[in-house]
């Protein structure tokens, strides 16, 4: 086993940073003046700005719209590192961090810190059906909404190609699997897409004759929101072509069709070959990781239990952040905060501001999570936004919405973009990034019949 030696340009202290998302991003801009060398490790070379990956997956936004590499953000920081490696495990005695194996003996398997911020993330469950994955995918990765777009228009294409009408009905019926603010957000713009962008583009189908079918098990739209804008939602999706289906469960998944569940235990298969999935989430496996190691409780999504001060127990020099983790907080109760890009941001600051607090003997208070509220957009034009003090629907939110993603999005040149991307959709219709690009994968000539 080699370790990799730091080239600590600035200061002894080795902080290594696992994960460029939300919270490492926020934690290593706050090192970079910092007496401290820096080590960022991510699996990708970029940061995803996960909010709007959904709008890939739907033609509406390239991928290098929403998403920028980590060695440029930091390319003017000489205490900050990059490596792009898969973080595979921890010694917590030896204080290094375990690399996934390269393949090639000459690259270091272990990375050595001081202090370490374990900031990786969560990704999709599927409920323990792994078998679905296959075919439902989802939009939290930039491959895979790459993908969902693809497989989305390739519907189109097969169901102007398809004489069957059974199988042409199949082909424009798209379920959405979770009615929270990313299922929400990618029923309406299919309902966008399927509605108005697609209109006047087929010559044997009617696009607007799609069905957009939203599945949510509880009895509403946006759990997290005012009943009162669950409601706005529920509308606001209607009118573009969506049908939420709420107290319905999804019970099984092939390539051909979704089965469901209602409320009275009555179950109805759907035809359908699209099926994006939005619901359940589990934290990254390095949580389970770091709990065994060290003794930590982790709950049902994988999230790992730590002290106020965002530490594992027992080790203070390790923290761990954002949709990983449970905090317990001052009174020793723990607090399950949102699985949302701000929880992330605060702590990766809050991680930054604890490590040049202890360098210079100054004692930081306990984490304390300030939420500004929720945004989620319906479609063109049209948003609900729970700031708690102040509830907005319809444009006055989708104008909120928009500002809010374009002032978090990283990189002058992505928030011009998409600024003028949106603008431009908003008085045409118009996606700019219909293309799709998984030939090998998506066979848009296999005209299905309805059996
Ligand atoms: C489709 C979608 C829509 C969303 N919409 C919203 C929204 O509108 N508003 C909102 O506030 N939140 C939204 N969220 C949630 C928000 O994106 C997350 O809460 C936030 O990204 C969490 O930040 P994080 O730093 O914990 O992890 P992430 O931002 O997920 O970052 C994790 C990073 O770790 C890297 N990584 C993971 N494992 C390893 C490993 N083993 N080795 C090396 N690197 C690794 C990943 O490549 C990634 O770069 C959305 C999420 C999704 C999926």
Known sequence: MSALSTNATRGDHRVVVIGGGFGGLRAVRHLRDAPVSVTLIDRRNFHLFQPLSYQVATGAL????????L?????????????????????????????????DESIPDAVPYDTLIVAAGSSYSYFGHEEWREHAAEVKSMESAIVVCSEILAAFERAELATDPGARAAELTFVVVGGGPTGVEMAGQIGELARH??????????????????????????GSFPASLSEKARRGLERIGVTPMLDTTVVDIDEKSVVLEDGQ????????????????????????????LAGGEIDRSGRLTVESDLSLAGHPEVL???????????????????????????????????????LHGAATAPFHYHDKGNVATIGRGRAV????????????????????????????RNRLFVALQWFFSFVSHGRSSRLIVEPDDIDVHEVPTSD
């Open 197 to 222: 962008t697609l209109r006047h583009d087929f010559r044997s189908i009617d696009p607007t004759t799609a069905r957009v079918l939203l599945i949510e098990t509880t009895d509403r739209l946006l």
């Open 320 to 358: 761990v952040l954002g949709d990983m983790v449970r905090v317990r907080d001052a009174d020793g109760q723990v607090q399950t905060l949102p699985g949302v890009a701000p929880v992330a941001i605060q702590q990766g600051v809050y991680a930054g501001r604890l490590i040049v607090d202890r």
């Open 385 to 412: 936004v729970d700031l708690g003090w102040l509830r907005l629907s319809g444009l006055p939110a989708w104008v909120a919405w928009l500002v809010i993603h374009i002032w978090y999005l990283i990189g002058f």
């Open 62 to 69: 390239s991928p290098s719209d929403v998403a920028y590499p």
């Open 71 to 103: 060695r440029a953000l930091f390319a003017g920081s000489d205490n900050v590192r990059v490596l792009l490696a898969d973080a595979s495990g921890f010694d917590l005695d030896a204080r290094e961090v375990r690399l996934a194996p390269a393949g």
């Open 265 to 292: 235990g009555a179950r109805e298969t759907v035809p359908t070959r699209t099926v994006v999935w939005a619901a359940g989430v589990q934290a990254s496996s390095l949580a389970t990781t770091l709990g065994e």
